[in-house]
T-cell receptor, first 117, second 112 residues
């Protein structure tokens, strides 16, 4: 079945460092890809998404490019801040109506990021 | 304000008691979802509903039940049959025609 694998954390960086969190996926259809962020004690917030190959999602300085050839959707940010400390989840969703999919999300296990001043 | 609300934020129950977690949305979304999150784990799907009066089991439905009598509401009951109910529970909804999901703030259930 479909699956998402993301790098294990925790990841600890100094403020203004470059961030990469790796995410690869396995899917039989043409999935949409997402990054969600979870701050302590809260629900998940959609950070960015990409719906087809070569799309780049971006938000709040974060970027990720949908690479079909490497089945990857790595999250990057050029200069992290203390306020970026959170858990980041990579997820995929089958495209609605393709192969009878229900549009459910499949999540990676999450990567905890800690940014120190 | 449009959004998804879950109540209560913290819930404590004695072992053997059923407990119902509330999820309400005013986004006019047809599809709603319940997930369970354990420390260091991703989210696991418990139940989902694509439309009123219809719902399907997810990956870990045993020990849980749901209802979908209204579009806005999708309550989850954690029954005494759930072996390890202590967890963080998240509700989500999906826009009609879209594939991203939007999440509520979660309910942390602790069974004593």
């Amino acid at each position: 079945g479909d699956s998402v694998t993301q790098m294990e954390g925790p990841v600890t960086l100094s403020e203004e460092a470059f961030l990469t969190i790796n995410c690869t996926y396995t899917a039989t259809g043409y999935p949409s890809l997402f990054w969600y962020v979870q701050y302590p004690g809260e629900g998940l917030q959609l950070l960015l998404k990409a719906t087809k190959a070569d799309d780049k999602g971006s938000n709040k300085g974060f970027e990720a490019t949908y690479r079909k050839e490497t089945t990857s959707f790595h999250l990057e940010k050029g200069s992290v801040q203390v306020s970026d400390s959170a858990v980041y989840f990579c997820a995929l969703s089958d495209r609605m109506g393709y192969g009878g999919s229900q549009g459910n999300l499949i999540f990676g296990k999450g990567t905890k990021l800690s940014v120190k001043p | 304000d449009g959004g998804i609300t879950q109540s209560p934020k913290y819930l404590f129950r004695k072992e053997g008691q059923n407990v119902t977690l509330s999820c309400e949305q005013n986004l006019n979304h047809d599809a709603m979802y319940w997930y369970r999150q354990d420390p260091g784990q991703g989210l696991r799907l418990i139940y989902y509903s694509q439309i009123v009066n219809d719902f399907q089991k997810g990956d870990i439905a045993e020990g849980y039940s749901v209802s979908r009598e209204k579009k806005e509401s999708f309550p989850l009951t954690v029954t005494s049959a759930q072996k390890n109910p202590t967890a963080f529970y998240l509700c989500a909804s999906r826009p009609n025609g879209g594939n991203e999901q939007f999440f509520g703030p979660g309910t942390r259930l602790t069974v004593l």
